[in-house]
């Protein structure tokens, strides 16, 4: 009986032998789904650190871009301060220019570009949200509307000489206006209408259809809707165009040399159709049209000194309005 059990032992070692050599061999060998799944996972590490260095290497462009643009900025502003700032005085804030422009101030300057800025944000910002409203609000969705807006955005590229030509033949000569401060706003008024169009329709855009839809679920008209809810939500943005046309419309000179601007005048505006100066065009005469040219270089970058910061600080006050509007919609 030992025997015959050994033997069959033996028989069945034999038999199994095979089967345990290829089962040893396999526990041995990975298995083909975890060699597909390491590959699978070697894959999207390698695809995720090719986009982390694109992503790094993107945005290091922006930083970049960023630096350019501050840089630019610092060397404009410092290069204006090194050259003017010695012609900075009060005398040169508070009085008029003499002897051909070589001595004395810009004040006539100063009151004229302030007149010509407010007046052009005077005629932009009604017809500009007006426009805005129509277009984000009233609007059919269409070939008009798609025309209109690509209207706007070919007026947005048009030279600024253009509209100088523009004022010149029809608000001085044909409504008979003259050179004046009227003439000289309504054409920097219309030069500044793409910038508050473009701006103030996008701020309307970013407020949510559901200010709407609760509004209107409420008994509200139409007009009410947006003059209650809309336009107040998205007031901040407006204010945005607002300063964006007016620094386009402070620094232009092509528009008000044909419609508002004179070589030279000593007196202060009396009324909106008087001729006036200007700090842009003051500049353009002092470095191109001057009696003495280099004898009055200090005093063409104290006056650009002053346009700089006088532009600087409208937009500062615009700012702060814009920030407090912004604290007192979100309390």
């Not at 970013?206 to 509004?215: G, I, K, L, N, Q």
């Not at 040399?257 to 007196?267: L, Q, S």
Request: glycine share 10%; net charge positive.
């Amino acid at each position: 009986m030992r025997n015959s059990k050994m033997d069959i032992t033996q028989e069945e070692y034999a038999e199994a032998g095979p089967e345990k050599e290829q089962k040893t061999q396999a526990a041995d060998r990975p298995p083909k789904a975890g060699r597909t799944s390491s590959i699978i996972h070697q894959t999207a590490v390698r695809k995720q650190r090719r986009r982390r260095f694109i992503q790094k290497a993107i945005f290091s462009v922006f930083r970049l871009s960023a630096v350019i643009n501050a840089l630019a900025l610092f060397i404009i502003i410092y290069f204006m301060v090194k050259n003017g700032i010695g012609a900075i005085s009060w005398e040169f804030l508070s009085e008029a220019p003499r002897d051909s422009m070589t001595k004395g101030g810009i004040l006539p300057c100063i009151v004229g570009t302030i007149l010509l800025g407010v007046g052009a944000i005077l005629v932009a910002m009604p017809i500009g949200v007006a426009s805005a409203i129509y277009l984000n609000e009233y609007a059919r969705p269409g070939k008009v509307l798609r025309t209109i807006r690509l209207g706007i955005n070919n007026l947005a590229g048009v030279p600024s000489v253009v509209f100088g030509l523009f004022g010149l033949a029809f608000f001085v000569i044909y409504l008979d206006m003259g050179v004046s401060i009227l003439a000289g706003a309504l054409t920097l008024g219309a030069m500044s209408l793409p910038v508050v169009i473009g701006s103030t329709e996008e701020a309307f855009k970013a407020v949510p259809d559901t200010y709407r839809e609760a509004s209107l679920g409420l008994g509200a008209t139409k007009w009410q809707t947006i003059y209650r809810v809309v336009l107040p939500t998205a007031l901040p943005g407006v204010l945005t165009g607002g300063i964006l046309g007016l620094s386009r419309a402070a620094g232009e000179t092509a528009p008000i040399m044909f419609t508002a601007a004179v070589f030279f005048t000593p007196d202060l505006p009396e009324s909106i159709f008087s001729e006036i100066m200007a700090l842009p065009y003051h500049i353009y005469v002092l470095a191109t049209a001057g009696t003495e040219i280099e004898a009055t270089r200090p005093l063409q970058y104290g006056t650009a000194l002053v346009l700089i910061t006088l532009v600087l600080g409208m937009n500062l006050i615009a700012i702060i309005w814009r920030a407090r509007l912004r604290k007192r919609l979100k309390g």
